[in-house]
């Protein structure tokens, strides 16, 4: 620790003379696709608001646009000035970068766009050709969140796992590392950070078992220039870093056999000014801690905050949000970094609001916690203990412990996810597009590790019943909002209530204004101060991506890219590429392109009846296959074959497979339709398997046909 702080106190002196002297690039006149970020044009990004160099803006991650063109006075007035369509559809979750007259966007299926800024011209695309059989080990669908930009060159990851640097210019491949063992289902939907000319880029794969880590690649050549993991590995090898002795003793039981999780599949960020990259690191595997690391412990350093120094890859400090979590309460969502002013005095600080409802501000520097309060209504715990930072739980809440199923707030998908919140250095407030949600937890019956899907150790049909009891909280998804939060004063400003459920990310510029999508196919401005809907355009999708702001010509404009997996209600297509009508949408003032409205048909079958065939199994049939389907399929399909707002797969109430037993196993055991995201389960589903879910799902339809039937003649 001394010796950390010597070294510090060296460097201060140094840090505080380059910000003195802000590098002069206000005038950056670089040819078109130069892609020329540097070292110095993005930690002066504040002197060049006209570009967004980065996807959360800048190295501080606080999607904070200086442009003030577009503010609360005028943005009434609007419009759009160019759109492009996707060629891709499923969750369009990229936040645009724009630098040196270029647009760069990564889509479903890890595609990136290159458009001229100006007029949407499409300069380049490129296609990394991922195996759509490779959509079967995506958790969360094949998404990705953009690209990095470094001197020339446009980096992002692939589901399959690679990371690719192209030529900004021509987006011809430059070099391709495969950044993970393909054998194993880990998959790549995050930004890559550049620290130094130090490419940085986590995976995703705890629903499934791997162990997690970040690699850093040098961003000239693809050398492998360190590797960082964040879980201990089979502790009768050399760990590969010291500390992962020391959290070893954390975790009980085999937990390395499936990967013990901790995957980095989103969040990171660098402070230049504490010189740390933090990591923010997921949950464990399996969920369930009873499972993963039988009789307990903290099981470091999952659900944790981890700070190390990007040039070695070596542990500083960490905070863990959640010990021993068993919820799926990741702490990989985005982190902001921001110069606080306390009463007491201005500290540097880093931001999170993970999965588990609370809001924590740490110092950025020591990992010091400064608070950590609810910014929605959990019930997991009851509070944070300031004195020993940990949380203090609702003993109900671990349903592995107790051996009861129990209902926890929120569920796996948390008060808050990967969408990106913003901070305005106007207003001071962090926006945060919050879910409030929970869900029944129940330890799996009868648990055997599953080689090709997830390993939740959970029982997604389990507790169901605890929603019949008096008391019990509404199912599932309760309301969504964006919150304005006081990250000094700890607490809730206002907030906007969605009329449509979800999450969409956000934007804060020195207009006044936050710039946020939502789900009912909107995309709208509101006042930064009060939370006042201003404006808003219809985006014809679900809109889940965060916008970027950007001047061309002397004019702001505002991108953003729709497109979330399925359409909104009442929605019909027009981009004749894309079922759910993907999009990049850019506006500016007066702007008068619009939308096209006639519907281009391709194949919109329109509202499909539901034509089930008669139940003839048994009641133990669709019982056994109502196990299954909770264990194999409902993470695609939805909770009790009801796709919700997150599910890829389609409602198989109404699938014309039901009647046809021999199509039905097709595509379920032998994967005729893995090329389209749809898995074979041979090797996985017990004989007869296919048949008992064909069953509970024939009986889920004919109980929707009579309830429609009985509302139709009310
Ligand atoms: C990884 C996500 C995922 C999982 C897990 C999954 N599915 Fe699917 N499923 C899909 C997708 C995506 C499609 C749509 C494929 C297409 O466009 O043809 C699909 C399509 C289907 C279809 C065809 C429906 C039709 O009418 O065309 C059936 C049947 C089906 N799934 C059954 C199942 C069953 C049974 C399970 C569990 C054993 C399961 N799926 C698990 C993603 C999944």
């Not at 139940?615 to 074959?641: D, Y």
Request: with cysteine; hydrophobic share 40%; aromatic share 10%.
């Amino acid at each position: 620790m001394r010796a950390h702080l010597l070294s510090l106190a060296l460097a201060l002196p140094i840090l505080a003379a380059s910000c003195t002297e802000p590098p002069q690039v206000a005038a950056v006149a670089n040819p078109v696709g130069a892609a020329a970020v540097t070292q110095e044009r993005l930690l002066a990004a504040a002197s060049e608001p006209g570009s967004w160099l980065a996807a959360g803006g800048d190295f501080e991650e606080q999607r904070f646009s200086r442009l003030d063109q577009i503010d609360a006075s005028n943005v009434a007035r609007l419009g759009l000035a160019w759109f492009a369509d996707i060629d891709t559809e499923r969750g369009q979750e990229a936040t645009p970068v724009v630098v040196d007259g270029v647009l760069y966007l990564t889509t479903a299926w890890s595609m990136v766009k290159a458009y001229n800024i100006a007029d949407g011209t499409l300069l380049w695309a490129y296609d990394p050709a991922v195996d759509r059989a490779k959509g079967a080990d995506a958790c969360c669908d094949v998404v990705n969140r953009g690209v990095a930009v470094w001197e020339g060159k446009v980096y992002f990851g692939t589901i399959d796992g690679r990371l690719i640097a192209l030529d900004g210019k021509t987006g011809e491949v430059v070099w391709q590392q495969q950044t993970v063992d393909a054998s194993m289902p880990y998959t790549i939907t995050g930004v890559p950070r550049i620290i130094r000319g130090k490419v940085v880029i986590g995976n995703g794969g705890a629903e499934y078992r791997v162990r997690g880590y970040v690699t850093a690649y040098d961003a000239a050549t693809g050398d492998q220039l360190w590797r960082y993991f964040t879980v201990p590995g089979d502790p009768s090898l050399p760990f590969e870093q010291p500390e992962l002795a020391e959290a070893a003793k954390t975790w009980k039981g085999e937990w390395w056999k499936l990967g013990g999780g901790g995957t980095v599949w989103d969040g990171m960020a660098w402070d230049e000014k504490s010189g740390l990259l933090y990591l923010g690191v997921g949950n464990g595997t399996p969920w369930n801690q009873g499972l993963r690391s039988p009789g307990g412990g903290d099981n470091l350093f999952l659900s944790s905050i981890v700070a190390i120094d990007p040039e070695t890859g070596s542990y500083k400090w960490h905070y863990q949000t959640t010990p021993g979590e068993t919820w799926d309460y990741t702490a990989t969502q985005p982190m902001i970094i921001a110069d606080l002013t306390y009463p007491s005095g201005p500290r540097r600080v880093v931001m999170q609001a993970p999965k588990n409802g609370f809001f924590y501000v740490l110092d950025a520097a020591t990992g010091e916690l400064l608070s950590a309060e609810k910014f929605a209504p959990l019930t997991w715990a009851t509070h944070v203990d300031m004195a020993t930072g940990r949380p203090v739980e609702v003993a109900e809440a671990r349903y592995e412990v107790t051996g009861k199923p129990a209902i926890v707030a929120p569920g796996a998908l948390g008060m808050h996810n990967w969408h990106p919140m913003a901070f305005s250095r106007d207003t001071g407030y962090v926006y945060i597009p919050v879910t409030v949600n929970n869900a029944p937890y129940a330890a799996a019956k009868n648990f055997v590790p599953n080689m090709t899907g997830w390993n939740t150790g959970t029982d997604f049909a389990g507790g169901a019943d605890l929603y019949k009891q008096p008391g019990a909280p509404p199912r599932g998804n309760v309301e969504s909002y964006i919150l304005a939060w006081d990250p000094v004063a700890a607490k809730e400003v206002w907030r906007i209530p969605n009329e449509v459920y979800g999450a969409s990310g956000l934007l804060a510029t020195a207009g006044n204004l936050i710039f946020s999508g939502n789900h009912k196919g909107e995309f709208v401005a509101y006042r930064a101060d009060t939370g006042e809907k201003l404006w808003s355009a219809p985006t014809q999708a679900r809109v889940v991506a965060a916008p970027s702001t950007y001047m061309v010509n002397g004019e702001q404009h505002v991108a953003i890219l729709v497109g979330a997996r399925g359409l909104p209600t009442d929605q019909i297509r027009t981009n004749p590429a894309s079922a759910n009508n993907s999009r990049l949408l850019v506006f500016k003032i007066d702007g008068d392109k619009t939308l096209p409205a006639t519907l281009q048909v391709r194949n919109n079958a329109g509202p499909v009846k539901i034509d089930p065939p008669l139940l003839t199994a048994s009641n133990e049939t669709v019982a056994s296959g109502e196990q299954a389907f909770a264990t194999h399929c409902a993470m695609c399909h939805g909770v009790n074959s009801v796709p919700g707002a997150g599910s890829i797969g389609p409602d198989l109430r109404y699938s014309a497979l039901l009647s046809f037993r021999g199509q039905w196993n097709e595509a379920v055991l032998e994967g005729n339709r893995a090329q389209r995201g749809m898995p074979g389960f041979a090797n996985i589903l017990r004989d007869g398997e296919s048949e008992a879910i064909l069953a509970y799902v024939i009986k889920r339809a004919n109980d929707e046909k009579a309830a429609q039937e009985a509302a139709a003649t009310q």
